[in-house]
Structures are given as structure tokens and as C-alpha cells.
């Protein structure tokens, strides 16, 4: 059973920073795609950043220089260090895995920034 829990949502103010984590199960970690994507209600899920099995990272314009994607293997683990954060951040984070077809989500967690 594959499952993607992530953690380390919550309410920070703007300017503040959190670190979002994505423990997964259930997959060959290491060769999956992994990405951050977000979503408010009503509204289409967006990707904020991605991460190959490579390494290789992209990221939303709106967070380029703010925001760092990070892989552990060892861990089985995708980490999201979400810095000078801004109430346009507010949203439910997801994490996602891919691999040849194979996709599969996260729970989501809230990140809420106030002015």
C-alpha cells in the first residue's frame, strides 16, 4: 500500500519560513519523480516544485528564490524549505510521486501565512 504523509504545515507570519516533509511507503523511493503541488479550494491543483530521481528540480515562478526542493533517499523523504512566506502562500500542500504512470498523492497539509 502506497502511502505519502506529509507534515510540518501550519500558521506562520509573513516573512517567516516552514519545512514541509513528505514521508513515503509503499514505493522504490529512489526512482520516483517527486513534486509539491498546491490547491485552494475551487480551484486546480498547481505545481510548486519537482524533483526528479536525478535531482534535477523546477520550480512555480512565484516561489524561484524562496522556495528549495530536497530529496533524501535514505529516508524515503521530500522535503519543501518554504522561506520569506507571504499570504498568496496560504494554501493545502500536496505531495506526489511519479513513476512511468504510477501517481500518487499526499493527504495535504495547510500552510496559512498571515500578514
Known amino acids: 500500500q502506497v502511502q505519502l504523509v506529509e507534515s510540518g504545515g501550519g500558521l506562520v507570519k509573513a516573512g517567516g519560513s516552514l519545512r514541509l516533509s513528505c514521508a513515503a511507503s509503499?514505493?522504490?523511493?529512489?526512482?520516483?519523480?517527486m513534486g509539491w503541488y498546491r490547491q485552494a479550494p475551487g480551484n486546480q491543483r498547481k505545481l510548486v516544485a519537482h524533483?526528479?530521481?536525478?535531482?534535477?528540480?523546477t520550480y512555480a515562478d512565484s516561489v524561484k528564490g524562496r522556495f528549495t526542493i530536497s530529496r533524501d533517499n535514505a529516508r524515503n523523504t521530500v522535503y519543501l524549505q518554504m522561506n520569506s512566506l507571504t499570504p498568496e502562500d496560504t494554501d493545502v500542500y500536496y505531495c506526489?510521486?511519479?513513476?512511468?504512470?504510477?501517481?500518487?498523492w499526499g493527504q495535504g497539509t495547510q500552510v496559512t501565512v498571515s500578514s
Open positions: 524533483i526528479t530521481s536525478g535531482g534535477m528540480t
Open positions: 506526489s510521486s511519479s513513476y512511468r504512470g504510477y501517481d500518487y
Open positions: 509503499g514505493i522504490l523511493f529512489s526512482i520516483n519523480d
